[in-house]
């Protein structure tokens, strides 16, 4: 299946700073998640954006949605050493229940 | 609340073993579950979905006689490797959604195999 792009596919920051990661896909979709990896562990997720919404927060995190560019972006303020993960972006393509995952962005945080 | 158990988190055997992964769902019912495989700095990719008492669908390009897919209960799917190979070596996940069938769909923490 194909899946979105993701962009930056690194991203290296200072700790404090804001990381900002962008998501592209291709079909329709109901939702768009973030998901987040650390090295060798399964998904942890983060939030979820209808296809309704424009813009989301939780916490340090917040995403936007502009479904006429099938774009996404998720945004961590104030970053800590403990962000350093990997972030995936998933789309239900076209109301599917299966997900289909961006190729993912891996931030490091640099204390 | 939403746990998802996936055992064992790691497994290393002999080429031509078969192995057994088990993904279960600890405190809710999962009518579906999904099975992914993932390579070094790579994304996920769907292997196939799970549904209670019947046969899984898998994606296109995986083997359905390779990697047997059983979910003979709400909590429970397993996914067991056939006469692995060193090509088969890597980590696989599972993840499941509530009986509800919303998402998000709730991760395992993977399991790594290595085929010697």
């Known amino acids: 299946s194909q899946q979105g792009e993701e962009d930056p596919q690194a991203l290296s920051i200072q700790e404090g700073e804001n990381a900002t990661m962008n998501c592209s896909y291709k079909?329709?979709?109901?939702?768009l998640q973030w998901y987040r990896q650390n090295s060798g562990r399964g998904l942890v997720h983060l939030i979820l954006?209808?296809?309704?919404?424009r813009e989301k927060h939780s916490g340090r995190l917040r995403v936007t949605l502009d479904t006429s560019k099938k774009s996404s972006s998720l945004l961590i303020t104030a970053s800590r050493a403990a962000d350093t993960a990997s972030y995936f972006c998933?789309?239900?393509?076209?109301?599917?229940?299966?997900?289909?995952f961006g190729q993912g962005t891996r931030l490091t945080i640099n204390p | 609340g939403a746990v998802v158990s996936q055992h064992p988190s790691w497994v290393i055997c002999k080429s031509g073993t078969s192995v057994k992964i088990e993904c279960r769902s600890l405190?809710?019912?999962?009518?579906?579950m999904f099975w992914y495989r993932q390579f070094p700095k790579q994304s996920l990719m769907l292997m196939a979905t799970?549904?209670?008492?019947?046969?899984?669908?898998?994606e296109q390009g995986v083997e359905k006689d390779k990697f047997l897919i059983n979910h003979a209960s709400l909590t429970l799917s397993t996914l067991t490797v056939t006469s692995a190979h060193p090509e088969d070596s890597s980590f696989y996940i599972c993840?499941?959604?509530?009986?509800?069938?919303?998402?998000?769909?709730?991760f395992g923490d993977g399991t790594r195999l290595s085929i010697l």
């Open positions: 993840s499941a959604l509530t009986h509800l069938g919303h998402q998000p769909q709730h």
């Open positions: 799970s549904n209670e008492g019947s046969k899984a669908t898998y």
């Open positions: 405190d809710f019912q999962a009518t579906t």
């Open positions: 079909t329709s979709i109901n939702n």
């Open positions: 954006i209808r296809s309704n919404e």
């Open positions: 998933a789309t239900d393509a076209e109301g599917a229940q299966k997900l289909v």
